[in-house]
């Protein structure tokens, strides 16, 4: 009995993970154009035959930024119902939250000049 209610828990956690993935990716125009370049770069790793360690590091800088990019938009859905109107704080809190993002989308982008530097200019 238990049994099954942890693994049905488990099956509405994903049903509810996958619907917010969803979400973000149907309404949020910064996570359609990281989407768009995380495609470009994986076809950049098959056209240039990356190695297994490349793959790696590619794809756990594409995942970092799609989900820091998603705790984003959480924290400003969350910040604009709490506080419609502007202020101050509300607005650190928006602009702490976007520099995180910063943060990721530059190590990705640091990840994928050494990676793929070799491949273009040696």
């Known amino acids: 009995m238990t049994n099954k209610s942890f693994i049905k828990s488990r099956i509405s956690g994903f049903k509810y993970a996958s619907r917010g ?3 973000l990716v ?3 125009q910064s996570i359609q154009v990281q989407l768009g370049i995380s495609i470009f770069v ?3 790793g098959f056209y240039f035959d990356i190695t297994a360690t490349e793959w790696m590091f590619q794809l756990f800088a594409i995942g970092l930024v799609l989900s820091i990019e998603g705790i984003n938009t959480a924290i400003e859905e969350i910040a604009n119902f709490v ?5 101050n704080k509300i607005g650190l ?4 939250s976007a520099g995180a993002v910063f943060v990721a989308a530059i190590t ?4 994928a000049a050494i ?3 070799p491949y273009l200019f040696d």
């Open 83 to 87: 506080h419609p109107d502007f202020h």
């Open 26 to 28: 149907k309404r949020e």
């Open 108 to 111: 990705a982008v640091s990840i």
């Open 115 to 117: 990676i793929y530097y």
């Open 21 to 23: 993935a969803w979400l």
């Open 93 to 96: 809190i928006k602009d702490i």
């Open 42 to 44: 994986i076809g950049a």
